[in-house]
């Protein structure tokens, strides 16, 4: 049976004001199929809802479409009036009459037949609507963290000490993420290795946290709350259980490369521990580095001063597979690479640094033992030049976005030495200082009323080598006056990038990434830590650029976020799923290759949904030469017929 | 000319050893047209088989019957089915590979390659005869067709008669196959869309005339597409038919099925008929020219296919055919394809 | 001018019962020209039903001749135009067009015993034959009705088959076990078998799935029914209904015409092209 | 009524038929024949145009009648008109003997009863003006094997013969005279020499008919007989089940009705009568998803057996006018006569 | 005097870009002509040739498919597949010989209410100077 009710709102005057609604309701009436029509001045409020219900009830609708806002604004509200009265919310459409019309044209009688093919169009979409519910799966009660920085330590502790288990898989030997490298962290300049050590402890000797160092997700398949990770573990070569840290190793190992620690401002051996507070406490054989290993004949060396023993060659890289119900991706940030910034010589002149460089050598843990010295003589700068939105706000040669905690940290470092060279000058060139943030602004006209740090409106235009000296050739905007600075050494606030390796990693997750390679957030504004595969979440800078706080604060929410789908049994997934229409599937297997969820499979030679899987977004509806696979509630019949009614009249 | 006497002992042998099911090949025909498609059974019928230019028909359509005579068979006499194929129609299988609506063990395949040549066009070859009767067709030495007619023989340079499409054939020889015969000799195509381009080129208002005047012959006996290797499907979207309907097929399915078009023979109807038979083959279409040759009316389908080749070829770099891995054209995409018609 | 074949009769939906629901869903539509009234007919032939925008489907007639006020079809939901029917109500107008086709010899059978054997939606055209044997009880010997449907939920006239017990023994049977089912479990062929109705004298009129019908004239030769004493329908697709249309064509026939009643001497004469 | 016609005078003959719409062969842009209207430039020409005139007389569309529905409240309004052909003489010139004979078997079917008046509206204003066939149209003409001939005058209202510079005129129905009145002064009564000589090229032109089929009543009884054949399998092998052969047949009349949606809103639309053929798979398909006819050897076999037996065992005609169409546009080869033949010789 | 022309546009708008362009287009009273009749789809990749043909067989003067930037897309990819398979059916409607305005694609974020509505504008003008679309419309 079809008896479809129409309701038209006249929303006050926001739609009655342009749109004839009593027309509306008049010219619907007159649709075969529909067996009520009204209008009512506010159908979301009570007696409108009430108006709604009652017409259900008495007229026995089987479906009703209400042209009023936005779907977005009141879909559920008028679907949940429609299953009080004893329909199925599916059976409910709503014709935008509006957002879409009302609101954004002013010829009354050419609104009003645009309103009216408007729901003659969700009237034919309603009449085809399937009652639905929604599917339910089990979850699996734990949760995958990808990320061992700052973010990923908080979201896997938070999520520990909700009570789920936690994997967290970091790529590299330690965790601790870029955080660990910091010397003092603004506002309050605490010791960025001295509150984060704790965190990273606490991580290895939690219970209910499974630490996979020196790991990579491999491939994810599944769908929340049940999805399957496969994880690559990398041979280590070391066994930390025997390890203990003695060094030995590193002291004969012969080979040395650039210490990724320290940005390359010093070496490291083939094996070697990152760091000496590193989680998990132990060695590393790096075998991209050690010549022999990949024809496992090692030189030896290390195994051979070992005495515990620990050294193991024959290790081999091994693929783990979990499976868990939620995933939070924490994959960071890299600076944006030197590369691009030849411009200001950074490559080419030792003495320019970048921001992570000059942490290290503000760190008293780092190669100068917080001594502020020029890597090129070991000297003490006595002017340095720091140069904000270095990559960053230039859309035509760099990144176009404000990286956002560029201006912070250069006001920290700029402080930190002229805490160190207390007969240093500092110059910072700026666009804008952007400091909104609680004592940010504070700390800024600290750094240059109390440090005297002086800040130069402008850009730098050139940046070469004279006489040992940096020369720094600029432009005060504010005074108009062209500068030039025989510098001693560049820092530059380079712009922060997604890491490295997070366009794969997007692929391999299916999440969306932004224009600028950051991973996308479901909604900008509502759903900032949810991906949009649902039961992946976000946190930290893996996003956007952000700082520690913003970081923690994301991770705690994307935590959260998962915690909502763990804590429960089963989980809900929208029912307006793809269904194959057997009979006329050929096999041919073009919507399993579409289909961006993996939902679509071929079986004995026809195409098989995993609903659970299926996000419902059609794209193998039009893929499909035989129209055998449409997507329940909004099938080609339905689009056809809408088609039909958009034209007509 | 490839000969074809080392195929039909392939053949001979393939049914005497009962390794296939049966042959699809190429024999005398008695419409007025030499070759017919022909159905070999017996080895001692292998010698029914001919090979000249007149064998048009690409016989890889009845690779579609045979499916569904496959499907209804108990049990499912699983041995391949041999079959002729040309360059053109080789393609074709390689399509169906693509597609999975065959597997590789399904057919065996006997290829020819055209060489230099390639087969005739029936309306050229008519206007040549000027009524007298061909009674075989060859291709000597210097690449010309020899017509032997009661009259005499007349040779013609192959250009002069050949198919519109072997003009623009991009592949001669057969691209997969199990025996060939004949010199896998490329032949350059200067203009392989010199067909389209020419269309291309006229102003809208002309393009929409041509086209018009074309369609509007339509009489909808849609022998293009039972022609079409690769218009398999059990039920085509444009009809409001209801050909894969089955015992479990729903009422609502039934109801459900979509006019996209209306039966009437009116040019509108026509024309998005062509069209959506155009771009399901965009990507597929291996132009054997069948759908143009079989029009009754002589509507110049191959030109609606062959632009979607071109662009194929042009947006994409996607050529179809060849390589039997490759998924379909509008299932895979680049991140740069052309996006400069879009806002 | 002389009348158009083609041109439906507007009539209006004046009563609908839902006698099986589900995916297999039956519906009785009672019906009356929108003139009032209904037109003549024989019990077996078929009217032409149009859904205006959707279409027309052959349906027989299955109220008796001898009903004055309205005309009855009961319709299986199956395609596009038996589904618009469905959605249809009491007060919708559809067009009617007919009626076709042969009928019934019902008056050859004048003091024969009439058994009737349905399965599933195959009682609607021997319903219109067994409310006219009923209202013409005098002129019959015997009548019993022997009908199957895959499940109880499939059988259709349920309160009508209540009743007409009283007036004539009822055999139902359905295909597979239920909890509550008393009668015959089996196929429609199988209760035939065992209910063992006589030849003498008696005519088997059957209606059902064509390979119901086939079992069924098998089994009734099996109990000696002779060729000229099987009736049966054949419901090949019809478009025009007046035998040009060539849809329905087998052997030198059009169903619609020149059937779709044929006892089986005739029809097994005839291509088994339904 | 037998005059002459001057062949010059032709174009004056047509000329003076203000009150009929003209219909005659002519060759379009691609050098295919087709019945077209007249331009003022025509000739007669002995060639077989792709669509027979039955396009003229059973159009591939044609609309029965139109709907409208609206509905107010619980009140449905529902109007339905029946459309008929317009009622214009027309006449068709240079009509095929053979396809004249078509429309003569296309009255069986659409007389017998009830009549059909879309069809008959449209025939009892339409004149067909044959034209004796000098010589065979196609090389796969067959009249002579099916009780017809190269100047057949069923169905025709006039029979024109060529006797090279004039036109023997034969007319043969009212309509035809009607048609000769028209243009009275053009006309010569015909002389005996003039008829010796039709007789003559009546005599040469069936000696020019190139196909033969022997026996075709012979075949037509052998046919009862071979319905349950594998012979029908093995002949069917290389058909692509298109529609070519039926479509363009001068006397296949299947047809099938849809309702057409002109609007939805209110609902508006046209119920059509459209060709069909028994040679597409869904044309005899149950609703159900059964199919009596569900392989094209059943397909095949239907055409003939409509063709050769069904037809002949109620009418008493073949119900094929041996035009050769089918042979000639076949795609794949199948040759109606071969196949009869093999019927014919099959099991001897 | 004869009413001027206004084409009939059918849009088929992706629900999470520029459907929500649109309504961001109408929370901000940016006005637009009333020419098109939107069609809400899951996702660019959902839209079928089909469609676009059936919509100038049904009358549309012209037909306007818009969904998410390339990389936006709210199901991966979706767009990415639509942009090849519209960009065929637009190669292959002006080979026929439509109009080629009839028949555009867009991308439209949600956050591009302000380009909705100049799409819209634009189209409807372009629309204007070419008259009804009859090529492809089924015959009344």
Redesign the interface.
């Not at chain 1, 996000?615 to 794209?619: K, L």
């Not at chain 5, 649109?22 to 929370?27: E, K, M, R, T, W």
């Not at chain 5, 930037?69 to 979706?78: A, L, R, V």
């Not at chain 5, 555009?104 to 991308?107: G, H, I, L, N, R």
């Given at each position: 049976m079809k008896r479809t009710g129409v309701f038209v709102c006249h929303c006050g005057i926001n739609i009655a004001g342009t749109v004839d609604v009593k027309k509306v309701a008049e010219e619907l009436a007159k649709h075969p199929g529909v067996v009520h029509s009204e209008d009512y001045v506010y159908m979301c409020s009570d007696p409108g809802q009430n108006l709604i219900e009652q017409a259900i009830k008495e007229k026995k609708l089987d479906s009703i479409v209400v042209a009023c806002c936005?779907?977005?604004l009141h879909e559920t509200t008028f679907r949940n009036a429609a299953n009080r009265a004893g329909i199925n919310s599916f059976r409910c459409e709503i014709a935008?009459i509006?957002?879409?019309?009302s609101?954004?044209?002013?010829?009354k009688p050419?609104?009003t037949?645009?309103a009216t093919?408007?729901a003659h169009?969700a009237v034919e979409k309603v009449r085809q609507n399937e009652s639905l519910e929604p599917l339910s799966v089990p979850v699996t009660r734990r949760a995958l963290v990808v990320g061992g920085g700052i973010s990923g330590i908080q979201a896997a502790l938070d999520l520990a000490n909700s009570g789920f288990e936690v994997i967290l898989v970091e790529r590299s030997p330690s965790i601790g993420g870029h955080m660990i490298q910091l010397s003092e962290t603004f506002p309050t300049l605490d010791c960025s290795q001295c509150i984060l050590t704790p965190k990273m402890v606490e991580v290895s000797k939690h219970p209910k946290i499974k630490l996979m160092t020196y790991s990579e997700v491999q491939d994810v398949t599944g769908y929340v709350g049940n999805f399957k990770v496969k994880i690559l573990k990398k041979p280590t070569y070391v066994d930390p259980a025997k390890c203990t840290l003695c060094d030995e190793c590193t002291k004969v190992c012969p080979i040395v490369v650039p210490n990724e620690f320290d940005l390359g401002l010093t070496g490291r051996r083939a094996i070697y521990i990152p760091f000496p507070q590193a989680i998990p406490a132990s060695y590393t054989l790096d075998d991209k580095n050690c010549p022999d290993i990949s024809t496992t004949i090692a030189c030896g060396k290390c195994a051979d001063v070992c005495k515990p023993k620990a050294i193991d060659y024959d290790q081999k890289p091994e693929v783990i597979e979990e499976e868990v119900g939620a995933i939070i991706v924490a994959t960071g940030f890299d600076l944006y690479e030197k590369e691009n910034m030849a411009e200001y010589g950074f490559g080419k002149y030792p003495d320019v640094l970048d921001g992570l460089q000059f942490e290290r050598l503000l760190s008293a843990s780092g190669p100068t033992m917080g001594k502020i010295l020029r890597p090129s003589d070991h000297k003490e700068p006595k002017e340095v030049v720091f140069i904000q939105c270095s990559g960053s706000r230039d859309p035509e040669n760099h990144c176009a976005y404000c990286s956002k905690i560029c201006c912070m940290y250069t006001a920290k470092h700029a402080m930190l030495y002229k805490h160190h060279v207390h007969d240093g000058q500092a110059y910072v060139f700026y666009i804008d200082i952007r400091s909104g943030g609680k004592g940010y602004e504070e700390f800024v006209q600290r750094t240059v009323e109390e440090d005297g740090v002086v800040y130069l409106r402008g850009k730098v235009s050139k940046i070469f080598e004279d006489k040992g000296k940096i020369v720094v050739w600029g432009m005060d905007t504010l005074t108009g006056k062209a500068i030039e600075i025989d510098a001693d050494m560049v820092v530059l606030a380079q712009a922060m990038r997604p890491s490295k390796g997070a366009q794969e990693l997007a692929k391999k997750f299916?999440?969306?990434?932004?224009?600028d390679g950051f991973l996308?957030e479901a909604h900008p504004k509502l759903r900032p830590v949810e991906s949009?595969t649902s039961g992946m979440f976000l946190a930290g800078a893996a996003q956007a650029p952000k700082d520690i706080p913003e970081a923690v604060a994301q991770a705690s929410g994307a935590a959260a976020k998962a915690v909502v789908i763990l804590s429960q049994e089963r989980l809900f997934h929208a029912p307006t799923v793809a269904r194959v229409t057997n009979n006329l599937c050929t096999g041919c297997g073009m919507c399993v290759a579409?289909c961006?969820?993996d939902a679509l499979s071929l079986k004995d030679g026809k195409a098989e949904v995993n609903e659970v899987l299926c996000?419902?977004?059609?794209?193998c509806?039009?893929?499909c030469l035989r129209?055998a696979i449409q997507?329940k509630n909004?099938t080609?019949h339905q689009?056809?017929e809408?088609?039909?009614a958009?034209?007509?009249g | 000319m490839a000969k074809i006497d080392t195929l039909k002992e392939e053949a001979r042998k393939l049914l005497q050893d009962g390794k296939v099911k049966y042959i699809i090949g190429y024999g005398a025909g008695s419409n007025g047209w030499p070759a017919a498609p022909l159905f070999i059974k017996q080895p001692e019928d292998v010698d029914k088989l001919i090979w000249d230019p007149t064998c048009i028909h690409n016989l890889v359509r009845f690779l579609v019957d045979e499916k569904r005579r496959k499907g209804k068979e108990k049990p499912p006499d699983k041995r391949p089915v041999g079959i002729f194929v040309k360059g053109c129609d080789s393609r074709a299988i390689v399509v169906l590979l693509q597609e999975k609506f065959i597997e590789r063990g399904d057919v065996y395949i006997l290829g020819i390659s055209c060489e230099k040549a390639g087969v005739v066009d029936d309306a050229k070859l008519a206007k040549k005869l000027a009524g007298k009767k061909v009674i075989t067709i060859e291709v000597d030495d210097e690449n010309r067709f020899v017509l032997t007619t009661a009259g005499g023989k007349i040779e013609v340079p192959v250009e002069e008669l050949l198919a519109e499409r072997c003009l623009e054939c991009r592949a001669n020889f057969p691209v997969i196959y199990d025996v060939l015969s004949g010199e896998k000799t490329k032949r350059a195509v200067d203009k392989p869309f010199g067909s389209?381009e020419k269309?291309?080129s006229l102003p809208?208002?002309?393009?929409?005339?041509?086209?018009?005047e074309q369609i509007d012959k339509c009489i909808r006996c849609y022998a293009c597409r039972s022609a079409c290797p690769m218009c398999y499907c059990d039920e085509c979207?444009v009809d409001s038919i209801q050909l894969a309907v089955s015992a479990d097929t729903t009422a609502d399915e039934k109801a459900g099925r979509i006019k996209?078009?209306?039966r009437s023979a009116?040019?509108?109807?026509n024309?998005?008929y062509h069209?959506?038979r155009?771009?399901h083959l965009?990507g597929r279409c291996i132009d054997c020219g069948e759908c143009e040759r079989v029009c009754p009316l002589d509507i110049p389908l191959r030109l609606?296919n062959k632009?979607?080749e071109k662009?194929?070829k042009e947006?994409?770099d996607y050529e179809v055919g060849f390589d039997p891995d490759l998924p379909a054209?509008?299932?895979?995409?680049r991140?740069d394809?052309?996006?400069d018609?879009?806002? | 001018m002389e009348p158009n074949v083609y041109l439906p009769r507007l009539a209006k939906i004046i009563q609908i019962k839902e006698e099986v629901g589900g995916a297999r869903a039956v519906k009785t539509f009672r019906t009356e020209l929108v003139n009032g009234g209904r037109f003549d007919y024989r019990c077996g032939q078929c009217a032409m039903l149009s859904v205006f925008g959707k279409g027309e489907a052959m349906i027989s007639i299955s109220s008796s001749p001898l009903v004055k006020d309205f005309m009855q079809f009961s319709i299986l939901r199956s395609g596009r135009v038996t589904a618009a029917l469905h959605d249809m109500e009491a007060g919708d107008l559809i067009g009617i067009r007919g009626p076709y086709g042969n009928g019934f010899p019902i008056d050859d059978w004048k003091g024969k015993n009439l058994v009737f054997i349905g399965g599933g939606i195959g009682l609607a055209p021997l319903w219109s034959i067994v409310q006219t044997a009923l209202l013409r009880r005098k002129e019959f010997g015997g009548l019993s009705l022997i009908y199957g449907a895959r499940t109880s939920a499939d059988i259709v006239f349920k309160d009508e088959l209540r009743e007409l017990k009283s007036q004539m023994p009822v055999h139902l049977s359905i295909d597979v076990a239920e909890p509550d089912w008393k009668e015959f479990i089996g196929f429609v062929p199988t209760n035939v078998l065992d209910k063992k109705p006589a030849p003498a004298g008696t005519i088997a009129i059957t209606c059902g799935p064509p390979i119901m019908i086939k079992f069924v004239i098998k089994n009734l030769k099996d109990l000696h029914f002779e060729d000229e004493q099987i009736y049966t329908t054949v419901e090949n697709k019809m478009k025009c209904g007046i035998g040009k249309c060539g849809r329905c064509n087998i052997g030198f026939h059009y169903v619609c015409k020149d059937g779709p009643v044929y006892s089986w001497a005739e029809l097994r004469t005839l291509p088994q092209e339904y | 009524m037998e005059k002459t016609l001057a062949k010059k005078d032709f174009p004056q003959w047509v000329k003076k038929l203000t009150s009929w719409k003209i219909y005659l062969p002519k060759k379009d842009a691609g050098g295919r024949w087709n019945y077209a209207e007249a331009d003022g430039e025509d000739v007669l020409e002995t060639r077989q145009a792709t669509l027979p005139p039955k396009t003229i007389l059973f159009p591939q569309n044609e609309i029965l009648l139109e709907f409208s529905k609206s509905r107010k409240g619980n009140a449905e309004t529902l109007e339905v008109k029946e459309v008929l052909p317009p009622a214009e003489p027309t006449v068709v010139f240079g009509v095929r003997p053979c396809e004249a004979k078509a429309a003569w078997l296309l009255d069986e079917v659409f007389a017998s009863e009830p009549r059909d008046i879309y069809y008959w509206m449209r025939r009892e204003n339409t004149t067909l003006v044959g034209l004796a066939c000098t010589p065979p149209p196609s090389d796969n003409c067959f009249c002579t094997s099916v009780e017809g001939s190269p100047h057949a005058e069923e169905g025709s209202d006039i029979l024109l013969t060529d006797l090279g510079d004039k036109y023997y005129v034969r007319s043969l129905t009212a309509k035809g005279e009607a048609l000769i009145n028209a243009a009275k002064g053009l006309f010569e009564e015909a002389k005996p020499e003039d008829r010796k000589k039709v007789k003559a090229v009546h005599t040469e032109s069936e000696k020019k008919i190139q196909r033969e089929l022997k026996g075709a009543r012979a075949v037509s009884e052998k046919l009862k007989t071979m319905f349950d054949s594998p012979f029908w399998d093995e002949e069917a092998m290389s058909c692509l089940r298109c529609g070519i052969c039926t479509y363009i047949c001068p006397s296949c009349h299947c047809f099938d009705i849809n309702d057409e949606i002109?609007?939805t809103t209110p609902l508006r639309g046209k119920r059509v009568r459209t060709w069909d053929t028994c040679q597409f798979p869904d044309f005899t398909m149950h609703s159900s998803g059964h199919n009596p006819r569900p392989d094209k050897a059943s397909r095949l076999r239907q055409r003939l057996l409509h063709k050769f037996q069904y037809f002949v065992q109620v009418y008493d005609k073949f119900m094929c006018v041996g035009c050769g169409r089918c042979i000639t546009m076949c795609p794949v080869g199948i040759d109606i006569i071969k196949v009869l033949e093999k019927v014919r010789d099959h099991g001897a | 005097m004869a009413e001027e022309f206004?084409p009939?546009i059918?849009a088929f708008l992706c629900k999470w870009c520029s459907s929500?362009g649109?309504?961001?287009?109408?929370?901000s009273?940016?006005?637009?002509?009333?020419n098109v009749?939107?069609?809400?789809?899951?996702?660019s990749?959902?839209?079928?040739?089909?469609?676009i043909?059936?919509?100038?067989?049904?009358?549309?003067d012209g037909v306007l498919v818009s969904g998410c930037?390339?990389?936006?897309?709210?199901?991966?990819?979706?767009n990415?597949?639509?942009?090849?398979?519209l960009?065929?059916?637009?190669?292959?409607?002006?080979?026929?010989?439509?109009?080629?305005e009839r028949f555009?694609?867009?991308?439209i974020s949600a956050a591009e209410g302000t380009k909705y509505?100049q799409?819209i504008k634009?189209f409807v003008k372009e629309l204007k100077p070419l008259g009804p679309q009859s090529?492809?419309?089924?015959?009344?």
């Open positions: 936005s779907p977005n935008n509006r957002e879409q019309c609101w954004v044209h002013k010829d050419r609104a037949r645009k093919k408007i169009s299916k999440l969306a990434m932004d224009k996308a949009v579409v961006p969820y996000e419902g977004c059609g794209t509806t039009a893929t129209s997507v909004l080609q689009v056809a809408m088609i039909e958009c034209l007509g | 389209v269309i291309e809208v208002e002309e393009r929409w005339a041509f086209w018009k979207v996209w078009i209306q009116a040019p509108s109807e024309m998005i069209l959506v155009a771009i965009g609606l632009k979607l662009e194929a947006l994409f054209l509008i299932s895979s995409f991140d394809d052309p996006q018609f879009i806002r | - | 002109i609007d | 206004e009939r059918v929500a649109s309504d961001l287009a109408g929370v009273r940016m006005e637009y002509p009333p009749v939107p069609i809400q789809v899951m996702c990749g959902s839209v079928s040739p089909l469609y043909f059936s919509a100038f067989n049904k009358g549309a930037h390339p990389g936006d897309c709210h199901y991966i990819k979706g990415y597949y639509a942009r090849r398979r960009n065929l059916v637009k190669q292959l409607l002006e080979y026929i010989g439509l109009e080629p555009q694609m867009s991308w509505t799409v634009d090529k492809l419309r089924r015959t009344p």
